[in-house]
Nanobody, 127 residues
């Protein structure tokens, strides 16, 4: 049974930092590209960041570029999202997702590319 479990969310002030973690089980983690998405109230789920199987390829939404960093530890079956300089508009539920196809096919921004999803972790940034 495949499970993705996010943690690390919480309440933080504008300009603060959080590190999200997503631990995978039931899959060969290193065989999956991983992505982070977020969904704010009343809005559609949107792409945040993605990372290739080895970690050598990464991509970010323009809205988080330069502030967020994605990285992974395949030995720990974990992908991380380091979020710095947080803004109120970053408030959302953050989801990690696993994609068995190659990151380098360029489709990592699309929700339907992903095979497994976590339950999400809430991030709230106060102004």
């Amino acid at each position: 049974q495949v499970q993705l479990v996010e943690s690390g969310g919480g309440l933080v002030q504008t300009g603060g930092s959080l590190r999200l973690s997503c631990v995978a089980s039931g899959v060969t983690f290193s065989s999956y590209a991983m992505g982070w998405f977020r969904q704010a109230p009343g809005k559609e789920r949107e792409f945040v960041s993605a990372i290739s199987r080895s970690g050598g390829g990464t991509s970010y939404a323009d809205s988080v570029k330069g502030r967020f960093t994605i990285f992974r530890d395949n030995a720990q079956n974990t992908v991380y999202l380091q979020m710095n300089s947080l803004k109120p508009e970053d408030t959302a539920v953050y989801y990690c997702a696993a994609d068995r196809t190659s990151y380098f096919n360029g489709r990592y921004r699309f929700l339907h590319e992903y095979d497994y999803w976590g339950q999400g972790t809430q991030v709230t940034v106060s102004s």
